[in-house]
Structure formats: structure tokens, C-alpha cells
Nanobody, 126 residues
Framework: HVQLVESGGGSVQVGGSLRLSCVAS????????MGWFRQIPDKEREGIAG???????SYADPVKGRFTVSQDNAKSTFYLQMNSLTPEDTAMYYC?????????????????????WGLGTQVTVS
């Protein structure tokens, strides 16, 4: 069982930046398909960024060019750098991981793809 804890959310002005962190409860995490999702009330959870063990990344169109996902395998930590934030980025942000597969197989944005989820961190842009 892997526990994930997100942090780094908060309130920021339009055009500002935040960096979210997601720490996994393992010493090192060498194999994974990992994703960042966000959700607003009454809407489905939306996959916005994914990263695989080899460092390959994927992004949803609304965040391309503004968000960057990265990892520190030795620290079992994933990051989401968010720049040029807009009010439309306001949401609860979640990280998720499948530690049993080194590739996402094209399904990085599908929530059903993942085994473990964090509890989320709120991001508010105004």
C-alpha cells in the first residue's frame, strides 16, 4: 500500500505560480505511472499531467506550456510547477500513482488507471 500526501496549494493572484508536491510513502519509487488531477465541485476529476518512470511527460491542453510535472525518485516525490495561473485553474488538486507499471500506456489521464490517491490540496486563483 502506498500513501500519497500533497502539499503546496494555497491562494494566489492571477498570473502567479505555485509548486505542488506529492510525497509517496516508500523509500524510493523506481517504477510508476503517475498523474496529477484536479476537480471542481460537481465536475469530473480531470487529468492534467502525467509522468512515467523514464521521465516521459504528458499534459492536457489547458495546462500545456504553463504546468510542468517532474519527479525526484530518490525522495519519492513528484512535483507540479504551475505558472501563469488563471481563475480557471482553481480546483482541488490530487496526485495519483500506479507503482506496478513503468508506463502509463496512453491512459495517464484516466482516473481509473491509478491504484493510489492523495487527499488533495486546494488551489485558489483570484
Amino acid at each position: 500500500h502506498v500513501q500519497l500526501v500533497e502539499s503546496g496549494g494555497g491562494s494566489v493572484q492571477v498570473g502567479g505560480s505555485l509548486r505542488l508536491s506529492c510525497v509517496a510513502s516508500v523509500d524510493t519509487i523506481g517504477r510508476y505511472c503517475m498523474g496529477w488531477f484536479r476537480q471542481i465541485p460537481d465536475k469530473e476529476r480531470e487529468g492534467i499531467a502525467g509522468i512515467e518512470s523514464d521521465g516521459s511527460t504528458s499534459y492536457a491542453d489547458p495546462v500545456k506550456g504553463r504546468f510542468t510535472v517532474s519527479q525526484d525518485n530518490a525522495k519519492s516525490t513528484f512535483y507540479l510547477q504551475m505558472n501563469s495561473l488563471t481563475p480557471e485553474d482553481t480546483a482541488m488538486y490530487y496526485c495519483a500513482v500506479d507503482p506496478f507499471d513503468s508506463r502509463c500506456g496512453g491512459g495517464w489521464s484516466r482516473s481509473i488507471r491509478y491504484n493510489y490517491w492523495g487527499l488533495g490540496t486546494q488551489v485558489t486563483v483570484s
